[in-house]
């Protein structure tokens, strides 16, 4: 790595990327939006940096063209951002951008390598990892760069010579990702009513310590919870309605964990008028009343994704989801009683500790899970579905129980799943194939296949015969 010396008159160039999946990735999750966490750095650091030019690079462009680009704009920063299911495919980009010989720092943020800066230093060519919250970090890493100064020593990151340890989270978070950089008909989601739809990010963290989830990887220090004001939120819904945005998700973890503040951040889009626009939106099953309902179908939420996870007490109990059986119920009917429709999402074969003995979800608890989202669907309790057989992710709480008990993760016909003892691959098999078919005949019934699904509907029935 050279530092070259900047000037007043060059501009830093500065390149942030994604792992390049190509235009066939198109309509999956990884494109459904842009990534907030990038956006988010750019728009900060380019209010408190001057002589500056951000890039963008998205994750719809090829391997090639991403490369090609990297060439024609010659970063003297290249930053790439990435998950632990991406590793391959993103140690795989580096190291192609190295080989173009190019003198510039490179640095890796997000998820893998705040969990495993270790792994990154050690596989790739990276300078430097960006560890937590990437804003303030970046800044003062960008703003060393253009003073030709040492990057050894930045708070918040970690490099082959130093761990400097984490920098505190911020504490407003009251600004705008750099939306500008945007073009939405890029980006393709696979449940929506509009053409157009924008991911709003209201609240940064959750209170909850679910087993199963990776978002430890941010609870590095407190708080773990952090909110935006409403009348912030409101003047972002304001400008992604002008730029013809008409289908909103609001994409926070929990958007009901504090529900007074969840009203007021609908009054305030209801104060906006702004017609023809519609929501969708994450709620907790413990934290609905019938008061913010009501609010939701006002404002027109239309969707609501739940984590309903089991309908097991036993078993969310164990995965310290905080919610019970009767909850969900509850929340269901509550929902349909005002017309917000329902996104389920729901485990099978869960694992977890109690009291140093390992524990898990048995098959009639699984089967048990399945009943009821069949159940669902016919009562018009649920509106989709969606599944997944549970997959110890790297910086969960089960993935080092995993690893304790030695049930850490296989690739087996149906994916990745763990050992659990006395229950064979072919019972989970049995499993995955009964919530498949119900998750296809779902998105039939639904509209879902047409068009955009059609792909993945093909690829899913292919899978259920050859297994």
Not at 1 to 20: C, G, I
Not at 115 to 130: F, G, H, M, Q, S
Not at 368 to 374: G, R, V
Request: aromatic share 8%.
């Amino acid at each position: 790595m050279k530092q070259e010396k900047m000037t007043s008159q060059r501009k830093l160039k500065v390149v942030f990327a994604d792992p390049p999946f190509g235009k066939e990735a198109k309509g999956e999750a990884v494109t459904e939006s842009p990534n907030l966490g990038i956006l988010y750095i750019i728009g900060y650091a380019r209010e408190r940096l001057s002589n500056v030019e951000f890039t963008y690079l998205e994750p719809f462009l090829s391997l090639e063209e991403h490369l090609e680009k990297v060439k024609q704009i010659k970063p003297d920063v290249y930053a790439i951002s990435f998950t632990t299911p991406r590793r391959d495919l993103s140690f795989e980009t580096i190291a192609k951008v190295k080989a173009l010989g190019l003198d510039m720092v490179m640095a890796a943020g997000g998820p893998h390598p705040t969990i495993d800066p270790e792994d990154v230093l050690k596989n790739t060519a990276i300078d430097v990892c960006i560890v937590g919250e990437g804003e303030e970090t970046t800044t003062e890493l960008l703003r060393k760069i253009q003073a030709n100064q040492p990057i050894t020593d930045v708070l918040g990151t970690v490099n082959r010579q130093k761990n400097n340890g984490l920098r505190p989270l911020l504490t407003d978070i009251d600004f705008f990702p750099a939306w500008d950089l945007i073009d939405f008909e890029n980006y393709d989601v696979a449940v929506s009513r509009k053409k157009r739809m924008a991911y709003l990010l209201p609240i940064r963290g959750c209170p909850n310590y679910c087993t199963y989830c990776s978002n430890p990887v941010w609870k590095l220090e407190k708080p773990w919870i952090r909110m935006r004001s409403p009348k912030n939120i409101a003047q972002e819904v304001q400008y992604l309605y002008g730029r013809g945005i008409r289908e909103i998700y609001i994409r926070s973890d929990t958007f009901n964990v504090d529900i007074k503040w969840a009203l007021e951040v609908l009054c305030e889009i209801e104060k906006l008028k702004l017609k023809g626009l519609i929501f969708q939106c994450n709620l907790r099953a413990d934290k609905l009343n019938d008061e913010l309902a009501k609010k939701l179908h006002d404002v027109h939420v239309w969707l609501a994704h739940i984590g309903l996870e089991s309908a097991n007490d036993r078993v969310l109990r164990g995965i310290g989801k905080n919610a019970t059986q009767a909850d969900n119920i509850r929340t269901l009917e509550l929902l349909k009683k005002h017309g917000v429709k329902v996104y389920g999402f729901l485990m099978l074969y869960n694992a977890w500790e109690t009291n140093g003995k390992l524990e898990y979800e048995t098959p009639e608890e699984v089967q048990n899970t399945l009943d009821f989202a069949k159940n669902c669907l016919k009562d018009n309790l649920i509106e989709y579905i969606s599944w997944s057989i549970t997959n110890p992710i790297i910086g969960s709480k089960l993935y080092h129980i995993a690893k304790k008990y030695g049930i850490a993760a296989y690739n087996v016909k149906i994916g990745n799943c763990m050992r659990l003892p006395g229950i064979s691959e072919q019972q989970m098999v049995e499993h995955v194939k009964q919530g498949m078919i119900l998750q296809l005949l779902n998105g039939i019934q639904k509209g879902m296949i047409a068009g955009k699904g059609a792909k993945r509907a093909a690829q899913k029935a292919v899978k259920i015969l050859n297994m």
